[in-house]
């Protein structure tokens, strides 16, 4: 197939379209390459990519342009038409859409307004997008479930991601436009956001500063492995969301519609606390961490839980990758890039 992938310089989108390429598919590639963390980093994900393609005799090309560029996006549909399109571009982050919603605005809901048009109009059997466990927001029944509401969402990141959700309900009910979204719950791994957790924990406990742990370290999160998520994304975007034929208007169900329109969990299934998620990374690095232990910040959801089975039940999928084998893989990558930064 011939799949375009956004994002594909952002961590989970390198790591799907890397699959793709080593499984035989066509990928495009699109991307604005910002500053919002290390550029080189993104560089070297791109750089790997081209290396992929050339090792595998896939075809692929990259876009660098914006997609909230109505003509960039109406220009890489009119050079080529895509089987699939896995939509993961966004503007990343839960605390920094306190300090520039704009950027939200922007990267979430007008690129995501301009993928919705570009899908509708090349007539594209199938766009997945991601969306967030962020959007279960005030929720605190756990497991959380799609079949749950998720109108209540804790940070400007997370109403985006809601908002991208409803907006492309509208156009599978509209255009007949199959849509599934993805619900991320915490994704780490190898080539992952220098931002996050596990980057800077690692980076903090071999430079022998103090691991922050906010919430006094009493967080629990469904860390997933990036290659579960990974493998749960190819998985749906292989099979175009289609109506729910029991689905009923008297008492809607929040995960699928009468449209060709679903959404999805996809997590590991198991929380681990925070503290617990530190001590693993000790025993992957050899060496134990200094805790400052800080209150909850704003915007932050204690607990996260995923209910996985409807995508299982769909598409076969089911995470592999216990917490202690996911930090010990991510350390042996940091560890082999610290003293070449990404091997550039």
């Not at 089987?83 to 520039?100: F, T």
């Not at 190819?234 to 008492?251: C, G, K, L, M, Y």
Request: aromatic content about 12%.
């Amino acid at each position: 197939m011939k799949v375009l992938v956004t994002g594909t310089a952002g961590f989970i989108g390198f790591h799907v379209a890397k699959t793709l390429l080593q499984r035989g598919d066509e990928v495009v590639g699109f991307d604005v390459v910002n500053d919002y963390y290390d550029p080189s980093l993104k560089e070297a994900r791109l750089k790997l990519l081209e290396e992929t393609a050339r090792g595998t005799n896939s075809g692929y090309c990259f876009m660098r342009a914006n997609l909230a560029d109505r003509q960039a996006v109406e220009a890489c549909f009119s050079e080529h038409r895509f089987d699939r399109v896995i939509h993961l571009a966004a503007q990343a982050g839960v605390r920094y859409s306190l300090e520039n919603p704009h950027a939200y605005v922007e990267s979430n809901i007008v690129a995501f307004a301009n993928m919705l048009e570009a899908c509708r109009h090349a007539a594209v059997p199938h766009l997945t997008y991601a969306s967030t466990s962020s959007v279960y927001g005030a929720n605190t029944k756990m497991p959380f479930s799609e079949h749950e509401p998720a109108d209540h969402p804790l940070q400007f990141y997370a109403a985006t991601k809601r908002a991208n959700e409803l907006m492309a309900h509208s156009y599978s009910h509209l255009f007949r436009l199959p849509t599934t979204g993805l619900r991320f719950f915490t994704v780490y791994g190898p080539w992952g956001r220098p931002d996050m957790a596990l980057f800077l924990f690692t980076k903090a406990i071999l430079e022998g500063r103090p691991v922050r742990l906010f919430n006094n370290g009493n967080h629990s999160r469904d860390f997933t492995y990036v290659d579960d998520i990974v493998e749960g994304i190819i998985r749906a975007s292989d099979q175009p969301a289609s109506p729910n034929p029991e689905w009923n208007s008297f008492a809607p169900d929040p995960a699928s519609s009468n449209a060709p329109w679903r959404v999805f969990n996809i997590g590991n299934m198991s929380p681990v606390k925070l503290l617990d998620y530190v001590e693993a990374l000790e025993e992957a690095l050899g060496k134990k961490a200094s805790r400052e232990l800080l209150p909850l910040q704003m915007g932050d959801v204690p607990d996260s839980f995923s209910d996985t089975s409807e995508l299982e039940a769909a598409v076969g999928y089911r995470p592999g990758t216990p917490v202690n084998e996911g930090v010990r893989r991510f350390v042996e990558w940091y560890l082999a890039h610290r003293a070449k930064p990404y091997g550039l």
